[in-house]
């Protein structure tokens, strides 16, 4: 029960039409959410699995994607160990944001971790819901990402009191990384064929730091589940990814809009390569729309299917608020007809 496509993406198969799915692919812009968004808040489609399902399967049904993603979040780690977390109308809020003070009050242990067996079950649901020829993913947060939001409430800005607070990190670990590991375990249990790592917040730190106090600890997911475990971060580049974070056993690696995605081929040189249509452009005109995304697949014809050998068609981030459905379904069509 999987999707042939995304599975010869993964063996870096050579084939002629990549295999699709975005993230945020269930969310806010799609009347399929909407609807079930009526009658039940945020928190219970994540943490009910016949509703957590039901959100996975609309896109895929929708839109045809070949690969479905559990319907979480993945702030939930951090509710788990004891911060608090309610979903408002503007945005996530934790119950307080984490100081040298209180980060001894952060919990471990099995109560912990069987929190986030709501995770395992949507994810059994939704696979039990998929048609067989569609794949499965989940994901967790990255670990800077999560400390980012539990020390600034989110990770929008500088970060300055991410970073002036940084020697903390190694504190939080302590706590997180644990949980983090079982939390891929348990979305493996649930039937997920890769488990992502999203570091929205990874990019805002220098190339150094980021090798310094994020690489040590992506080496420890990686080895969780090797081949099995993918990465993506925003506003990297090219000088934060070394021989030795290449060399880690990824299913492979998500590049945002910044990159000229051909390129990417030659940092990732195993497993997938996803991306990277820029999700604002979904928002032009029709004829816009298709003037821009021709860009792209011409971009992408510079490659043979050898060289291109792995790719995972999507946008460099998330699906964007009131984006038209129209173009979402109009993107699906035309990756397909101009590589088939």
């Known amino acids: 029960m999987s999707n042939v496509l995304f599975q010869n993406a993964l063996a870096r198969k050579v084939q002629k039409v990549p295999p699709i799915w975005f993230m945020r692919q269930a969310?806010?812009?799609?009347?399929?959410?909407?609807?079930?968004?009526?009658?039940?808040?945020?928190d219970d489609l994540c943490k009910v699995p016949d509703l957590a399902a039901q959100v996975?399967?609309?896109?895929?049904?929708?839109?045809?994607f070949d690969v479905a993603i559990l319907f979480s979040d993945i702030l939930y780690p951090?509710?788990?160990?004891?911060?608090g977390l309610e979903y408002t109308d503007?945005?996530?809020?934790?119950?307080?944001?984490?100081?040298?003070?209180?980060?001894?009050?952060?919990?471990?242990?099995?109560?912990?971790?069987?929190?986030?067996?709501?995770?395992?079950?949507?994810?059994?649901?939704?696979?039990?819901?998929?048609?067989?020829?569609?794949?499965?993913?989940?994901?967790?947060?990255?670990?800077?990402?999560?400390?980012?939001?539990?020390?600034?409430?989110?990770?929008?800005?500088?970060?300055?009191q991410s970073k002036r607070l940084i020697s903390m990190f190694p504190q939080f670990l302590k706590k997180m990384l644990p949980l983090l590991k079982e939390n891929i375990r348990l979305q493996f249990e649930g039937g997920a064929e890769v488990v992502m790592i999203f570091d929205t917040a990874g990019g805002e730190l220098s190339p150094l730091d980021f090798r310094k106090w994020v690489q040590p600890v992506l080496k420890e997911l990686s080895a969780v589940a090797p081949g099995k475990i993918g990465y993506y971060s925003k506003n990297t580049q090219t000088t934060y990814f070394d021989q030795e974070f290449v060399s880690l056993p990824w299913?492979?690696?998500?590049?945002?809009?910044h990159w000229n995605l051909p390129n990417c081929f030659n940092v990732s040189k195993k497993g997938f390569v996803q991306g990277n249509f820029d999700q604002s452009m979904l928002f032009l005109e029709?004829?816009?729309?298709?003037?821009?995304?021709?860009?792209?697949?011409?971009?992408?014809?510079?490659?043979?299917?050898?060289?291109?050998?792995?790719?995972?068609?999507?946008?460099?981030?998330?699906v964007l608020p009131k984006t038209p459905e129209d173009n979402v379904r109009l993107f699906v069509e035309t990756i397909r007809k101009a590589f088939a």
């Open 27 to 42: 969310g806010r812009y799609h009347k399929h959410y909407q609807g079930l968004r009526k009658d039940h808040s945020f």
């Open 286 to 318: 029709k004829s816009q729309f298709q003037e821009s995304l021709g860009i792209y697949i011409e971009n992408m014809k510079t490659l043979t299917p050898e060289q291109r050998a792995g790719w995972v068609s999507g946008l460099g981030h998330g």
């Open 78 to 83: 951090l509710q788990a160990v004891g911060m």
């Open 56 to 64: 996975a399967l609309g896109p895929v049904e929708d839109f045809d």
């Open 90 to 160: 503007h945005g996530p809020r934790l119950g307080f944001q984490l100081t040298p003070e209180n980060i001894q009050n952060l919990k471990q242990g099995e109560d912990v971790v069987s929190f986030m067996s709501f995770q395992k079950e949507a994810m059994q649901k939704t696979r039990s819901v998929l048609p067989k020829d569609k794949s499965l993913i989940g994901f967790i947060g990255g670990p800077w990402t999560l400390f980012v939001y539990a020390v600034e409430g989110s990770h929008a800005g500088s970060l300055t």
């Open 251 to 257: 299913a492979g690696m998500g590049f945002d809009h």
